[in-house]
């Protein structure tokens, strides 16, 4: 497995993630497993452990570690778990969530991305993860139901159509706000009397948009 981390950083990495509370050893497992490096610009490998996001192709983000294994710990994943993902971007945080459910459906916007991806999660042997093409708005309703959903771009407000995909039970977690500066991140659950909601931290994304890209 490639890596161009010297140990001291990626210990850095995990005590971090600790000192800022993580502490489901699931998450730390599958964060420690992951090699960050592979789903960063070249240029910013060096960097691949500092806890911050990063700039990526066509102008999006990878998320800052804390921000990814906090979003992870959230969504309380179990082993049967399928999940959805809107917003692929580099792949990371799919292949982190791949180490904790059993299916992991991954839609991004930008053909770019979405082959990137692909290609680094098969290089990682992430087999229950499926990277497609598409806008997150529209999921194929061929695609079912899931346990758990996570988007990884700002939403103004929660599609209802995106809510009605979670299974009873199910936990949606997404940042809510104006695309533009600071968002909350947001646990919604799905009861049996509708859906609880629950606000958690301020965060900061790229906005989330509908359609998919026509160039990039």
Do not use: W
């Not at 452990?49 to 959230?74: H, K, N, W």
């Not at 991004?108 to 598409?134: H, I, P, S």
């Not at 990884?152 to 533009?180: C, F, K, N």
Request: charged share 25%.
């Amino acid at each position: 497995m490639p890596t161009t981390q010297n140990p001291p950083q990626k210990m850095m990495f995990q005590l971090n993630l600790r000192r800022r509370g993580i502490s489901d050893q699931a998450v730390l497992r599958a964060m420690e497993e992951i090699p960050r490096e592979m789903f960063v610009e070249a240029a910013d490998r060096a960097d691949a452990y500092r806890d911050s996001a990063l700039g990526i192709a066509c102008g999006q983000t990878i998320s800052q570690p804390f921000v990814v294994a906090y979003m992870t710990e959230q969504l309380q994943l179990q082993k049967d778990h399928r999940v959805l993902e809107i917003g692929t971007g580099s792949g990371y945080q799919a292949a982190v969530l791949s180490r904790l459910a059993g299916h992991v459906l991954t839609i991004e916007r930008y053909r770019t991305l979405a082959d990137r991806a692909r290609a680094r999660l098969a290089k990682l042997g992430c087999d229950n993860v499926e990277a497609m093409l598409g806008d997150g708005f529209d999921v194929p309703a061929d695609a079912g139901n899931f346990d758990r959903i996570i988007v990884t771009a700002a939403m103004e407000q929660i599609p209802d159509a995106l809510a009605q995909r979670l299974e009873p039970g199910g936990v949606l977690i997404a940042p809510v706000g104006p695309q533009q500066g600071t968002q909350t991140l947001s646990r919604m659950v799905r009861t049996d009397a509708g859906f609880e909601r629950k606000d958690l931290v301020d965060v900061r994304f790229v906005p989330a948009l509908q359609g998919i890209a026509r160039e990039l």
